[in-house]
């Protein structure tokens, strides 16, 4: 790990970004491949996985993004987080905007949602999956442009564990995209095909945060809320829903504080 933070200290932000962002990549990838094991996957199992995926999201928003913002701003008291807070109900509103616009359609849900599409339901899917991979990708870039701007509040090894955290989250993202498309008859391979593109707006997220934060190091404050803001929309919204469709909500409720304690662990071990 200690040879990982040290390359990637050594090359630029946005490529450091852009190579955390094809790792998270790889390990949705790597998720929709369970597909080439099984037809199904348990519903326990992937409601805890929704849930991990929803507390690593949340703690990643909280201590990587938020606190950094906060701290980033000079001023005491109200001043301080004025920022954060129009940063938050930007990247908020952002995704908010899109989840009205953009025709996607959850597995759970049973429904799409968006403007009315003739497109299928695997593209619709994909959408769905796509849209939590933007902020995702967003965040991991900015506080890597954090990082190559000099700010102090920003560490090589807090912008490694975020990526590592999503990296973890990513892996049944894909179970999640690739699995229904298998049980709607499509085959193996188009399946993981499908279930592995959710993620690649990731890198292209990263590099954009990444770029805008080396360019304008003022906004670093509302960048850093923004994505915070946008994945937590995405949290609230989509991934916590889901995974409570069960009737037994217990798996995800424990899979919620896992992925949080584990995110967070990360993030003060390694920031």
């Known amino acids: 790990m200690d040879e990982l933070i040290a390359y990637l200290s050594g090359i630029s932000p946005v490529l450091a970004a852009f190579y955390a962002t094809v790792f998270t990549?790889?390990?949705?990838?790597?998720?929709?491949?369970?597909?080439?094991?099984?037809?199904?996957?348990?519903?326990?199992?992937?409601?805890t996985m929704l849930g991990f995926?929803?507390?690593?999201?949340?703690?990643?928003?909280i201590w990587s993004l938020l606190i950094p913002a906060i701290d980033l701003t000079p001023g005491e008291g109200f001043s301080q987080v004025v920022p954060a807070i129009i940063g938050f109900l930007m990247g908020a509103g952002f995704l908010f905007?899109?989840?009205?616009?953009?025709?996607?359609?959850?597995?759970?849900?049973?429904?799409?949602?968006g403007v009315k599409s003739p497109w299928q339901k695997t593209t619709l899917l994909v959408l769905a999956i796509t849209l939590h991979n933007i902020p995702e990708g967003l965040a991991v870039g900015v506080l890597f442009g954090a990082v190559g701007a000099g700010i102090p509040e920003a560490s090589i090894g807090g912008a490694v564990a975020l990526a590592l955290g999503i990296g973890l989250q990513n892996f049944p993202e894909g179970i999640?995209?690739?699995?229904?498309?298998?049980?709607?008859?499509?085959?193996?391979?188009?399946?993981?095909?499908?279930?592995?593109?959710?993620?690649?707006?990731?890198?292209?997220?990263?590099?954009i945060g990444a770029l805008a934060v080396g360019f304008f190091t003022p906004i670093l404050p509302y960048a850093l809320a923004f994505a915070?803001?946008?994945?937590?929309?995405?949290?609230?919204?989509?991934?916590?829903?889901?995974?409570?469709?069960?009737e037994n909500s217990d798996w995800s409720t424990l899979g919620f504080i896992g992925g949080f304690i584990v995110m967070m662990t990360m993030d003060v071990v390694l920031g």
């Open 25 to 47: 990549w790889a390990l949705t990838a790597l998720g929709a491949a369970v597909v080439f094991l099984s037809k199904t996957m348990n519903r326990n199992f992937m409601d």
């Open 53 to 61: 995926t929803g507390g690593v999201m949340v703690a990643a928003s």
């Open 97 to 113: 905007m899109l989840d009205k616009v953009l025709p996607h359609f959850h597995v759970n849900f049973q429904k799409v949602e």
């Open 176 to 207: 999640a995209v690739a699995m229904p498309l298998r049980r709607m008859g499509m085959s193996r391979r188009k399946s993981f095909f499908y279930g592995q593109s959710s993620a690649l707006v990731e890198p292209a997220a990263a590099v």
């Open 228 to 246: 915070a803001g946008a994945m937590i929309f995405v949290v609230v919204e989509e991934v916590i829903p889901e995974g409570q469709q069960n």
